[in-house]
């Protein structure tokens, strides 16, 4: 019997010139904007980070989360803008969100370790978006700075204040949870105290450290690591977007998209129509 052969819109090859029109630079969306020192060295473009790499690889698109009917995994304490594809704009940003999500999704990983990782990625404590002075004494700041990390505390059930201001020792404390789902859950919380911090915290509410998972256990418990891949695109030149400062990203419809690397840490940077055409 002869196999049905399945239909592709784009061609499946993983790196592409950009087509004309289009443009990898998001610095015309961001010129002016509080995002735009994240756009002017040589790792600016437009990444997304997917947890269904192979879908992907084998359609050659991006679709929305309201076209896929899913969640967030990351990078919104909020599901927004669910008809739009979201993009980070700097490799260094997609690299650490794809890094993180990988090892939240080891299942392998000992649930301390992840909580340890985390923290880490997360440069908890001593990211200025945490608003926890270096120079701070314990002894004499003890109320007003259990105060301020009561939303960790209450995430990890951690009193102490020299432990919640130390990574290795806060994951240490915490308690194997039974099931890989109370775990799954113990790290979203431990994200949002995060995200609770940060926004207490104040100051320029530009890329913050925090992954902002939202995603729900039985979406998350489905992804492997190996399918979590950056991939690259192109977007309209005439299309609008929706920025999210915090997060780093722009938004963009789907119909505005083009795929040109379907493996960005590994393919090399696109081409630009008329780059090579000397």
């Not at 592409?16 to 060295?41: N, Q, R, Y």
């Not at 209450?154 to 109370?182: H, K, M, R, Y």
């Not at 992954?211 to 190996?226: S, Y």
Request: proline share 7%; glycine share 6%.
């Amino acid at each position: 019997m002869r196999r049905r052969r399945h239909q592709r819109r784009n061609p499946p090859a993983s790196y592409h010139k950009v087509p004309e029109g289009f443009t990898i630079d998001p610095l015309p969306w961001v010129d002016g904007t509080v995002l735009e020192d994240f756009v002017l060295d040589g790792d600016a473009g437009f990444f997304h980070v997917t947890a269904n790499a192979q879908q992907v690889r084998f359609s050659g698109e991006l679709f929305s989360r309201r076209e896929m009917k899913v969640s967030t995994l990351g990078g919104g304490g909020r599901d927004e803008a669910a008809n739009m594809v979201s993009f980070h704009i700097n490799r260094n940003r997609a690299e650490w969100m794809a890094g993180l999500l990988r090892m939240i999704a080891d299942h392998r990983l000992p649930f301390r370790k992840k909580v340890r990782t985390f923290l880490d990625f997360c440069e908890y404590p001593l990211h200025a978006a945490w608003g926890i002075p270096e120079d701070l004494s314990v002894d004499e700041d003890a109320e007003p700075l259990r105060e301020f990390l009561a939303p960790m505390a209450n995430a990890t059930g951690v009193g102490d204040i020299d432990v919640l201001l130390n990574p290795s020792e806060l994951a240490a404390q915490l308690a194997d949870p039974p099931s890989e789902e109370e775990a799954y859950e113990m790290l979203v919380a431990i994200d949002q105290a995060l995200i609770d911090l940060s926004m207490q915290n104040g100051g320029d509410d530009v890329c913050r450290p925090y992954l902002g998972l939202t995603a729900p256990w039985r979406q998350f418990q489905r992804i492997r690591p190996e399918n979590i891949a950056i991939v690259q695109a192109a977007i309209r030149l005439s299309a609008g977007s929706d920025m999210n400062a915090t997060e780093c990203e722009l938004r963009f419809l789907p119909r505005d998209i083009v795929l040109v690397s379907a493996d960005a840490e590994r393919d090399p940077m696109p081409v630009e129509r008329g780059d090579d055409d000397e």
